[in-house]
């Protein structure tokens, strides 16, 4: 077992103790806690997808969270007041259930994302950050000013969304829904990053001349990550949503955006486990730090800068040193 | 006479004021070497990236495999079988010795699939390996195949670009300074090699090292300032007097 897997085997293993701990002490708020980070990694490996793989430099990530949180804000407000979505050419009404939101969120998302990419992508450098960005900004305002479901104030969803088979108002249950679509993304993106496309992806950042040399296309390659990518981050917003109840343009804001790079970048770029550590990290700095100073975000600055500067593989990097290739 | 695997005509591109390639028309015929030689900064990666896809043209065409490919992308025109080397190596220097070749038998394949595959293992026991380690075998990489392509020397990156170009089974090949940075005994080995490659697949073949050019070429032309000042055999080109003054000259 080479370090890196060691590391990540131990983040795991935090990341399912603490809840666990804090369930048998009965801490439930320290269970919601590792709940958002289960959520914002899983954000976190959808861009990393595009970031870390494809070397997509992407700040506008928020539209895919922000249209799944609005995928489960739509879909359970009409469920909860029992008026349906439409009712002509066919009916189609509101939902409580979990898997059936998710994949709406998931495809949703990716459908904003095959259009976002597929403009966006004829771009590169800072015009692609610029353009990603914009998209966020568009559907932020949007979301403000459409005042069918919620305008400005967003929209509240009174009793947490159904699992077959669970009660998700118990943390711990929930907890754990969270935590398996996480391992479930991990798992997919561990094999993409072994697969065919991943390889191709890869080296496409890495010099897209070779890419086209050997007859492959650049941005197929692309633009196939980042649908991806938007569709993972899409079911982290579905998620983040009936975490809180809650939905409001702030998912769209390109602070969010901007959380999102965080926890990659603390972590580490292209690091599978990256988007896990620096969820953990910034949530644990939040928690602490936000307890002591309201000004807590000049320290996780002062911390970014350290890590851009000195530690340019985040955390992961860090214990577990350089990347190897898979062979 | 057979018709040429690969031609161009008229190539004309500037760069600003510097004219880099001015009409240049030449031609690939089945089974040769085609060298083409000349001073630094003479426009020879320039000619060879318009033929490649790289670098649109000002004017003229090229033309392969029987098509005209003066409009087609990089990756149609490999498809089309054209495989390229570069003279400043264009590797995934993360990646080790055996994905960057792997990554060439994809590309060979994927002219039929489109897309590769999203699930699987791409250095799995399978064709792809087994297309990327005979390559590599053939340039003498097998044994650097787990190894950082970032830790390969120079002599040994040239190599890998040409293990590349072979996944692709071509049916030419475009190599740009495939022997810089070798040392006299890697270049003598790569020469023997190129030797045997032209019956798979002809050669337009960039290189400065004379002794190379000399020993393998069947036919020779000659870049100054972006023209062609002449083409022919071997002997013709050491008897040609504008060729002594304009370039062989510098060294006798
Ligand atoms: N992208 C570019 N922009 C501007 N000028 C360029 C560009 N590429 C090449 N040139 C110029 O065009 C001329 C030909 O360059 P090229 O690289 O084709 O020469 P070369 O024959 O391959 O030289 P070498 O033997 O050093 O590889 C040079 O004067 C070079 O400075
Ligand atoms: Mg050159």
Redesign the interface.
């Known amino acids: 077992m080479n370090r890196e897997r060691m590391v990540n085997a131990a983040l795991l293993t935090l990341l399912l103790g603490v809840p666990l701990w804090a369930w048998a002490t009965d801490e439930p708020f320290t269970i919601t806690l590792a709940t958002r980070v289960a959520i914002l990694a899983l954000a976190g490996v959808g861009l990393n997808i595009a970031l870390g793989l494809g070397g997509l430099v992407s700040l506008g990530h928020a539209a895919f969270f922000g249209i799944g949180g609005y995928a489960m804000g739509i879909l359970a407000s009409h469920a909860q007041s029992y008026t349906p979505l439409m009712e002509s050419p066919f009916l189609l009404e509101g939902t409580k259930s979990m898997p059936v939101i998710w994949l709406v969120a998931l495809l949703a998302s990716a459908l904003a994302a095959l259009v976002i990419g597929a403009l966006s992508l004829r771009t590169s450098g800072v015009y692609f950050i610029m353009i990603t960005l914009a998209f966020g900004q568009m559907l932020y305002f949007f979301s403000i000013s459409w005042p069918a479901y919620g305008g400005e104030d967003g929209l509240s969803i009174y009793m947490r969304n159904g699992f077959p088979g669970l009660n998700t108002l118990d943390p711990i249950q929930f907890f754990a829904i969270c935590f398996a679509c996480l391992a479930a993304a991990l798992w997919f993106n561990a ?2 990053v ?7 992806l ?2 496409a950042r ?2 897209p ?9 650049t941005f ?2 692309r633009f ?1 990550a980042f649908v991806i990518s938007g569709a993972i981050t899409g079911l982290a917003g579905a998620l983040f949503a009936d975490l809180n109840r809650f939905v409001s343009p702030n998912m769209f804001s390109w602070q969010m955006s901007g959380e999102i790079m965080v926890f990659v970048i603390l972590g580490g770029v292209g690091r599978l486990y990256g988007p896990v550590a620096g969820a953990a990290l910034f949530i644990t700095l939040e928690h602490v730090l936000g307890g002591i100073s309201p000004f807590w975000h000049v320290w996780l600055g002062f911390l970014l800068l350290l890590v851009v500067l000195f530690a340019r593989g985040g955390i992961v990097g860090l214990l577990a040193g350089r ?1 190897v ?3 | 006479m057979t018709d040429p695997v690969l031609a161009t005509k008229g190539l004309t591109k500037s760069f600003g004021a510097v004219r880099a390639c001015h009409d240049v028309s030449l031609d690939l015929r089945p089974g040769e070497i085609h060298a083409v030689i000349g001073p630094n900064g003479a426009g020879k990666s320039t000619l060879i990236a318009q033929i490649c896809g790289g670098l649109k043209p000002d004017a003229g065409r090229v033309s392969f495999a029987g098509r005209d490919v003066t409009h087609l992308p990089t990756r149609a025109r490999a498809r089309l079988g054209l495989a390229r080397t570069f003279q400043i190596s264009a590797l995934a220097m993360e990646d080790t010795v055996l994905q960057n070749a792997t990554l060439g038998a994809l590309g060979a394949k994927g002219a039929r699939a489109g897309l590769p595959g999203l699930l699987g293992d791409a250095l799995a026991p399978g064709d792809l390996r087994d297309t990327a380690m005979a390559a590599l075998e053939r340039v003498g990489l097998a044994e650097h195949a787990a190894t950082v392509t970032s830790a390969l020397s120079h002599g040994q990156r040239r190599q890998l670009e040409v293990a590349v170009a072979l996944t692709l089974r071509p049916r030419a090949f475009i190599m740009d300074e495939p022997m810089a940075g070798m040392g006299t005994e890697g270049s003598q080995r790569m020469t023997a090699f190129l030797d045997g490659l032209r019956d798979e697949a002809p050669i337009l073949l960039v290189e400065h090292d004379m002794d190379a050019v000399f020993a393998l070429a069947d036919r020779l032309s000659v870049l100054v300032y972006g023209r062609i000042i002449a083409t022919g055999s071997v002997d013709e080109i050491r008897a040609n007097a504008d060729v002594r003054k304009a370039y062989l000259g510098e060294d006798a």
């Open positions: 094999r993409l072994r697969s065919p496309f991943g390889l191709a890869n080296a890495q010099s001349e070779r890419v086209e040399t050997v007859g492959l296309g197929r390659l196939v990347r290739a898979h062979d």
